[in-house]
Antibody, heavy 113, light 112 residues
């Protein structure tokens, strides 16, 4: 059974930082490109970032480029998102999504003073 | 960026009747590898999204066969042959051909 457990969300002040983690199991993590997708409260889905299976290719949405960094550790079956210079508009549930095939429960990030 | 435009944004449905959602892209979604990376996702109230359809018309495992996807180029459709109670929710199309990946605005399916 595929399991995706996102963690690291919480309340942070504007300008602050958070590091999200995603622990994956039940599939061959090292074979999948991995994505972060977010959903602001009551809004639609927004792709944030992708990383290829070997970390050779990385892409970011313009809205987070230069502030967020995606990374992965295939030995630990884990995906990360380092989020710096956070803004109120980054408030959302962040989902870890392998290949867009499976979705976890997400972790809520709230940016507010 | 490729803009994904869904219609309608709200779809009142009747139990047992068919339903259809349109998704149009601002550019062709045919990839240089010959595939068309158009996905459909369902998000039931209070739940995470799940993928229903990938590469235009391929149903994911466990997805009922009342769901079908079709289309090509820039024009795509998700059809539900006979709506059931569990189909209420928001449906999104998403293109995986171009960077950045982009989603449609979502179509809310609810009973009349």
């Amino acid at each position: 059974e595929v399991q995706l457990v996102e963690s690291g969300g919480g309340l942070v002040k504007p300008g602050g930082s958070l590091r999200l983690s995603c622990a994956a199991s039940g599939f061959t993590f090292s074979s999948y490109s991995m994505n972060w997708v977010r959903q602001a409260p009551g809004k639609g889905l927004e792709w944030v970032s992708s990383i290829s299976s070997s970390s050779g290719y990385i892409n970011y949405a313009d809205s987070v480029k230069g502030r967020f960094t995606i990374s992965r550790d295939n030995a630990k079956n884990s995906l990360y998102l380092q989020m710096n210079s956070l803004r109120a508009e980054d408030t959302a549930v962040y989902y870890c999504v392998p290949g867009f095939d499976y979705w976890g429960q997400g972790t809520l990030v709230t940016v507010s003073s | 960026d490729v803009v994904m435009t869904q219609s309608p944004l709200s779809l009142p449905v009747t139990l047992g009747q068919p339903a259809s959602i349109s998704c149009r892209s601002s550019q062709s979604l045919v990839h240089s590898d010959g595939n068309t990376y158009l996905n459909w996702f369902q998000q039931r109230p209070g739940q995470s999204p799940r993928r229903l359809i990938y590469k235009v018309s391929n149903r994911d495992s466990g997805v009922p066969d009342r769901f079908s996807g079709s289309g090509s180029g820039t024009d795509f459709t998700l059809k539900i042959s006979r709506v059931e109670a569990e189909d209420v929710g928001v449906y999104y199309c998403m293109q995986g051909t171009h960077w950045p990946r982009t989603f449609g605005q979502g179509t809310k399916v609810e009973f009349k």
